[in-house]
């Protein structure tokens, strides 16, 4: 039996029509509920995302990259806020649906993404971030690197240096 194979690629508009056809707002992303319930009615419009995959192109300091599970998009992983004078970044990273999640896709992706920015980028530091109450992104930024460094704001904020 073949094991999964996970692969970041740069992000196409292509991608990400395909990792957004099939998304579902997980509830453990907002810290405001009333948010969520806004979010869960979530339905797939081809100008939705243009409009998104045009504001990230947009963005001279990030880069964005499909998450690929053997050839399909599942996620997205975003370096942001890239800052080479520093040498560092933050990263986010989000799964299209529970169909793909507590499978160890996200850890594996994490840490392609800081294999990159450590590596292509040169940078020597990574920050992320969870909302308090998501113990899953928690554990997969423990899993893969990440050492927690203090709790601000609704937020747990975690670093993985080179």
């Known amino acids: 039996m073949m094991a999964d194979y996970i692969a970041l690629v740069p992000m196409t508009r292509a991608l990400m029509h395909e990792m957004f056809r099939d998304f579902a707002p997980d509830p453990d992303l907002f810290s405001d509920m009333s948010l969520y319930e ?3 009615n979530y339905v797939y419009t081809r100008e939705r995302i243009d409009a998104l995959y045009d504001r990230r192109e947009a963005e001279a300091d990030s880069l964005s990259f499909a998450v690929m599970l053997n050839g399909e ?42 294999d990159y920015a450590f590596g292509a980028l040169g940078l020597v530091r990574v920050r992320a971030d969870s909302i308090i109450k998501n113990a899953r992104s928690q554990r997969v930024l423990e899993k893969a690197g990440f050492r927690f460094q203090r709790e601000a704001d609704g937020f747990r904020h975690y670093m993985i240096e080179a």
């Open 73 to 114: 998009a599942i996620g997205e992983v975003c370096l942001k806020h890239i800052n080479r004078a520093a040498g560092e970044c933050s990263m986010s990273i989000h799964l299209k649906n529970d169909a793909v999640k507590n499978r160890g896709y996200g850890t594996r992706a994490e840490r392609l993404a800081v």
């Open 38 to 40: 806004r979010a869960r």
